[in-house]
């Protein structure tokens, strides 16, 4: 047994986390855990990788003890994770976030044309069409993430924690990603895969154990369980579908795009009605992020934006918002939260100049405001003056959308929306969608999970290379057609 866990148990203030974790990991098999977002995976992963000590219970590592008290400690004895949220030096080269630590060096110096090399020839053989010398930042959040994933192997991990690898992934990149696992598997590495794809989870994993509230409440073959199963154990009750799709009648066009092009995309052309969700689906840089991006003011464009038979001027984000025109990007956590600030912060943060009386904010009408969208959304957060960077990350996600519905867009962008979160997450936010077309407002959604994009979308864009390849029905287009469509 590589790693086995004895009774490991976990508290926080308010919080216990972990209730007397028994696992068992065996050598060269994939192990998952799965859980609805609280059940204690991250804590486990933190105690795991050295990152938090645990209150009581026992580590054994190839059978010894093991006292994980800082992450190097774990690194020693060859146990590593990739986390879902990328931790990278986004100023730093690929090469240089690969060989962070251990630098290759002549004569004292660091010898940045060996890393080049090494790290290009390393990056080839993984298949990865990644530059060495290109800097992080320049890089798609899901290239940051198989960089991350490089890394770890090249430092010859032995028991490799995958945190939601490939939330942010492309379907080109996830099956990069899952030829990687297979290769390294059957070199010997072991595996503790987390994830809320049930997909990833049934074609990857040997043995399954299953968190809920902090406790272990299934551990064993995965052949053996089926995915209703799974779930309903996950959840502690019945999911009655892994999607929600309510069939809206749609109204008068609300949102027309005519050839519009920028940076990454080219004579895009598409209307949206209200009470409608329209998909947009491709690979990465294929430029679905972009067209957001400009649509909510954020990028220069050319071409025409019309909304309610009226032309658009979203030369400016807070133009776009004056138009009702919200977006909830992919990257939540840089892009959409001020992580040190309260979850009431963030919700009332577009409307604090609007509701503002003489330069002051009322206190109360805040707190109330939050309430609501807390109330409503079910963000699991003992108080609404909790920083933000404290929330799972799918309560973070309902963050965001709360603060857009609190001011009144009728035009929501949703980038990669469930990205990072669990099951019943899922569907509280495919509610929400719901809710929203049926108050006659309008959604462009951006997926690159194919299920998802095509069960909750009325019709689908897909882009290939900056362009509009196909417009399709969803209901009556198989999978195999859209993919062809993306690859080309």
């Known amino acids: 047994m590589l790693l086995e866990l004895r009774a490991i148990d976990k508290r926080f203030p308010g919080t216990h986390a972990l209730k007397a974790v028994n696992l068992a990991v065996e050598q060269g098999t994939i192990h998952a855990i799965v859980g609805e977002n609280g059940a204690g995976k991250s804590t486990l992963i933190k105690i795991l990788t050295g990152v938090y000590r645990r209150d009581s219970g026992e580590i054994l590592v190839d059978g010894q003890p093991a006292d994980l008290q800082t992450p190097l400690q774990a690194q020693k004895l060859g146990i590593d994770a990739v986390h879902q949220e990328v931790v990278v ?52 959040v899901g290239q940051q993430q198989l960089v991350v994933c490089a890394k770890a192997v090249l430092r010859g991990t032995r028991l490799l924690i995958l945190d939601e690898p490939t939330a942010f992934l492309s379907t080109q990149e996830a099956e990069q990603l899952e030829r ?25 994993s040997d043995t399954v154990t299953v968190l809920r509230d902090g406790a272990v409440v299934h551990s064993g073959p995965t052949v ?35 050839h519009l092009s920028g940076p990454g995309f080219q004579d895009v052309n598409f209307t949206v009605h209200e009470g409608e969700i329209l998909g947009f689906f491709g690979l990465v840089g294929a430029g679905r992020s972009e067209v957001m991006m400009s649509i909510a003011g954020a990028r220069p464009f050319t071409g025409e934006l ?8 979203t030369g400016s984000v807070k133009a776009a918002l004056r138009d009702g025109v919200a977006l909830i990007p992919e990257d939540r956590r840089h892009q959409s939260l001020c992580l ?4 009431k912060f963030n919700v009332n943060l577009p409307t604090y100049d609007r509701d503002a009386q003489g330069g002051m904010v009322s206190a109360a009408a805040e707190q109330r405001v939050a309430q609501v969208q807390k109330d409503s959304l079910q963000i699991k957060a003992p108080t609404l003056d909790l920083p933000t960077s404290k929330l799972s990350g ?19 962008m949703f980038d990669e929306p ?20 049926k108050e006659k407002k309008a959604i462009l959604l951006v997926s690159s999970y ?39």
């Open 394 to 412: 799918g309560n973070q996600q309902k963050v965001v959308i709360g603060k857009w519905l609190n001011h009144g867009a009728d035009l929501f």
């Open 224 to 258: 053996d369980v089926t995915r209703e199963g799974l779930v309903s154990l996950m959840a502690g009750r019945d999911i009655e579908s892994f999607y929600y799709k309510e069939h809206i009648p749609r109204g008068g066009p609300l949102l027309s795009a005519a």
């Open 340 to 343: 040190s600030q309260s979850i």
């Open 89 to 140: 030096c986004r100023s730093l080269s690929v090469a240089e976030n690969l060989f962070l630590g251990i630098e290759k060096s002549r004569l004292g110096l660091v010898n940045q044309r060996q890393m080049d090399s090494e790290a290009q020839a390393f990056l080839d053989d993984l298949g990865f069409s990644i530059s060495a010398r290109s800097p992080l930042s320049s890089l798609s």
């Open 306 to 313: 019309s909304k309610g038979g009226k032309k658009l001027n």
């Open 180 to 204: 990687l696992i297979r290769r390294l598997h059957a070199q010997g590495t072991t595996f503790v895969y987390i994830s809320h794809r049930m997909e990833e989870i049934f074609n990857l």
């Open 450 to 488: 194919l299920p998802e994009v095509m069960t909750i979308s009325d019709r689908l864009i897909v882009m290939r290379a900056g362009r509009v390849v196909g417009e399709v029905d969803p209901a009556v287009t198989s999978p195999e057609d859209i993919l062809h469509l993306a690859l080309g």
């Open 418 to 437: 469930t990205t990072g979160v669990d099951i019943p997450t899922k569907l509280e936010i495919y509610r929400l969608f719901s809710t929203l077309v």
